[in-house]
Each structure stands twice: as structure tokens, then as C-alpha cells.
């Protein structure tokens, strides 16, 4: 099983350009996170969905945006890249609205912005 | 408001000795708790949870975790500890009524030979 993609692995991105991170999830998940990791900090919630056509702000949102057309992808925009940026992004996904169920990570992008 | 503490940004223990990590947290309703451990350059992964009932939770790779209510705290724990047990420990909290989790900063173990 792939379980959660994401693509690329790294990047890095000049001040002011845009990119797109890509996540995709093969186990029919409903939920889906976006995550960014900072060395000391722990992980920071972006966004979230709970199903296609449906995101919400997480503690983080600022210079992101998210979509999710189908159940399987989940892509992060940064439209303008600034140094604050960079980090390490996971994406995750879990099974239901159940709140035990826990989280799947992907193996994260790592992006500097320089 | 949730809240997850980890006190110990790094941890030390022999190989063969039992290891604790610890996790405090603060939640406004019944709490929903779990940990996760990241290998470098690779995603988190789950170990174990805590919903209801035994206070005492069995996970993945002979890891346990006690939660105590009184104190606030849920603890991982293994008797015995793997030179492949080193590395980043994440304590998170989901309250009953969110749908994220917030996560602590994250204790790293290295376990020595």
C-alpha cells in the first residue's frame, strides 16, 4: 500500500515565486491534513478537509491556500513564497469523523526559500 | 483550549534499561490521546492511543503508555529499550469536540549501546 504521497520531496524556491505541493491518499480517507514542522515547534495545522469540496483553516493559514476536488488529492498552494516559509510540510489522512481514528503522515516536502 | 506539554527535549537511556517519556496536556472536554514517532526523514508514525477505559494502552513495537487523569499526563513507556527505539517522540491531544490534533514539540530519544 502507498498509503499518503507527497510530491516532490524537496524544493527550493526563490522569494516571491509560487508552488504547489501535492498529497494523495490511497486509502478512500475522508479527512485530510496539511501540516508544517519546524525544528522545536512540533507540528502546526494548516488547513483541513473532511471530504471533497470542503477545507477549513487550521492554527497556521496565513500565505496558503488548499483545495480538494476529489477524495484522493489534497494540494497546498503558496502563491507567494516568503523565508517564513520554510519548513518541513506533511500531509495526513484519516478514516472518519471518528475521533479516535488516527493519523497516516506522508514522508513530507521539504522546502527552503531563499 | 488543548495544549500538549513534553518537558523533556531529549532523553537518554541505556540499551536494555526501561524508558519513559513523558506527556502532560490540557484539554476542555474528555481527552483523546495519542502518540507518534518520526525516523529521520520520514513522516510521523502512530504507536498507540488513549480514548476510554484501561489506563494502561498497548501499542506498536512493545510500547505502552499510561494515562493518569488526575495528573493530567499520559506517559509512553518500554520496559526495555532498543538501540532502534532512537528517535523523535510526539505527544498530541484531540479534544471531543475538534477535528485536529494539536501536537506537543517532541522529545528525541537515543537509546545507547
Known amino acids: 500500500n502507498a498509503g499518503v504521497t507527497q510530491t516532490p520531496k524537496f524544493r527550493i524556491l526563490k522569494i516571491g515565486q509560487s508552488m504547489t505541493l501535492q498529497c494523495t491518499q490511497d486509502?478512500?480517507?475522508?479527512?485530510m491534513y496539511w501540516y508544517r514542522q519546524d525544528p522545536g515547534m512540533g507540528l502546526k495545522l494548516i488547513y483541513y478537509?473532511?471530504?471533497?469540496?470542503?477545507?477549513d483553516k487550521g492554527e497556521v493559514p496565513n500565505g496558503y491556500n488548499v483545495s480538494r476536488s476529489t477524495t484522493e488529492d489534497f494540494p497546498l498552494r503558496l502563491e507567494l513564497a516568503a523565508p517564513s516559509q520554510t519548513s518541513v510540510y506533511f500531509c495526513a489522512s484519516s478514516y472518519s469523523s471518528e475521533r479516535n481514528q488516527p493519523q497516516h503522515f506522508g514522508d513530507g516536502t521539504r522546502l527552503s526559500i531563499l | 483550549a488543548q495544549s500538549v506539554a513534553q518537558p523533556e527535549d531529549q532523553v537518554n537511556v541505556a540499551e536494555g534499561n526501561p524508558l519513559t517519556v513523558k506527556c502532560t496536556y490540557s484539554?476542555?472536554?474528555?481527552?483523546?490521546l495519542f502518540w507518534y514517532v518520526q525516523y529521520p526523514n520520514r513522516g510521523l508514525q502512530f504507536l498507540l492511543k488513549y480514548i476510554t477505559g484501561d489506563n494502561l494502552v498497548k501499542g506498536s513495537y512493545g510500547f505502552e503508555a499510561e494515562f493518569n487523569k488526575s495528573q493530567t499526563s499520559f506517559h509512553l513507556k518500554k520496559p526495555s529499550a532498543l538501540v532502534s527505539d532512537s528517535a523523535l517522540y510526539f505527544c498530541?491531544?484531540?479534544?471531543?469536540?475538534?477535528?485536529?490534533?494539536?501536537f506537543g514539540t517532541g522529545t528525541r530519544l537515543t537509546v545507547i549501546p
Open positions: 486509502m478512500n480517507h475522508n479527512y
Open positions: 484539554v476542555s472536554g474528555n481527552p483523546y
Open positions: 478537509s473532511v471530504g471533497a469540496g470542503i477545507t
Open positions: 498530541a491531544v484531540r479534544d471531543g469536540g475538534a477535528n485536529n490534533l494539536f
